[in-house]
């Protein structure tokens, strides 16, 4: 229900976007979160925004350089990436959850995951 896409490779200082899009049902009332997974790490909080874009909050580690939106008409939401760094590479993992959280275990859904490598 949830799918995400964008991720590839890109060297160091490069831009991606990530898109998460919904489908089988509208999550315009949820708040969108993007999250990562790097090889032997924990799953770590990147950034969340509000149903209504109002709310939004980033990680400190992608603060400046990460910017989230979503298009509620079209049941997406984006994860706009750049001055990437090689420790920003890792599976990337859109969810949804209904009140705004940084906490993972609190999201209901989630998409597959992409994987954004970036080279030094």
């Known amino acids: 229900q949830l799918q995400a896409s964008g991720g590839g490779l890109v060297q160091a200082g490069g831009s991606l976007r990530l898109s998460c899009a919904a489908s089988?049902?509208?999550?315009?009332?949820?708040?969108m979160g993007w999250f990562r997974q790097a090889p032997g790490k924990e799953r770590e909080f990147v950034s969340a925004i509000t149903w209504n874009g109002e709310g939004i909050y980033y990680a400190d580690s992608v603060k400046g350089r990460f910017t989230i939106s979503r298009d509620t008409a079209k049941n997406t939401a984006y994860l706009q990436m750049s001055s990437l760094k090689p420790e920003d590479t890792a599976v990337y993992y859109c969810?949804?959850?209904?009140?705004?959280?940084?906490?993972?275990?609190?999201?209901?859904?989630w998409g597959q995951g992409t994987l954004v490598t970036v080279s030094s």
């Open positions: 089988g049902r509208t999550f315009s009332r949820y708040t």
């Open positions: 969810a949804v959850c209904t009140f705004f959280t940084t906490v993972a275990a609190s999201y209901d859904y």
